[in-house]
């Protein structure tokens, strides 16, 4: 499998992380199956991650921290999703 450059891999991990966490998935969470897609776009990312991480790492280590950076701008979504509820 060929490897993913370290920082196209941060870049597009840093660009997800803000981009989803802050502004794609409160904007999502007040649609209509909004969680839904967040759901499947987490499950997408923890792939993605996890194809990052792959032959740099044994296999639970590289799925332990997708899951981390995939739940990550789930968690932020949520906060802003709230925040801005008020």
Known sequence: MPAVPNWLA?????????GFGIFLYPW???????????ALASVA????YF???????????SAAFA???ATAPV???VIVY???RR
Request: glycine share 10%.
């Open 10 to 18: 941060g870049s597009v991990t840093v660009a997800f992380l803000v």
């Open 28 to 38: 999502l969470l007040r649609r209509r199956f909004g969680a839904a897609v967040v």
């Open 45 to 48: 990312l923890a792939m993605l």
């Open 51 to 61: 194809y990052f991480d792959a032959g740099r790492s044994d296999a639970a280590v």
């Open 67 to 69: 899951l981390l950076w």
């Open 75 to 77: 968690i932020t979504g």
């Open 82 to 84: 709230r925040l801005q």
